[in-house]
């Protein structure tokens, strides 16, 4: 040890480093899951609406796109997307303590998004 600073090339001490992350990944996809179950509640509450424009039977039937449908499905891809990102994610701090891909972490950040704004675009056509 010289001044205080550790020297030699022994590489990163995992710890318990790896848990954490692996813990922090699930929490993220625990609180997405949350939104995703939200959406899909909003858009069964305004099918069983009578009158209801957005989801309702009668709008399928005139040819009228059903959008918090779409936010469901929407937010449900992406949801499955990051999960499996999530999976991922632990098999490698399983093997290694190493960084992520970067192709990881650019479709758990497009899945991110794309559930942020499906649920932005669910609240927006509940009201």
Do not use: F, K
Not at 39 to 68: C, M, T
Not at 95 to 106: E, I, K, T
Not at 116 to 124: E, Q
Request: include cysteine; charge should be positive; aromatic fraction near 4%.
């Amino acid at each position: 040890m010289i001044g205080g600073a550790v020297t030699g090339g022994t590489g990163r001490d995992p710890g318990l480093q790896p848990e954490r992350t692996s813990l922090a990944w699930r929490r993220t996809l625990l609180a997405l899951v949350v939104a995703d179950l939200l959406i899909w509640r909003s858009w069964a509450v305004s099918v069983n609406q009578p009158g209801a424009v957005s989801g309702s039977v009668l709008a399928a039937r005139a040819g009228a796109p059903d959008y918090l449908g779409l936010c469901a499905l929407t937010a449900m891809a992406a949801t499955v997307v990051l999960g499996l990102c999530v999976l991922a994610r632990g098999r490698e701090l399983r093997r290694s303590s190493a960084a992520p891909p970067a192709a990881l972490m650019r479709w758990s950040a497009a899945a991110v998004v794309t559930l942020a704004a499906s649920t932005v675009a669910a609240i927006a056509l509940g009201h």
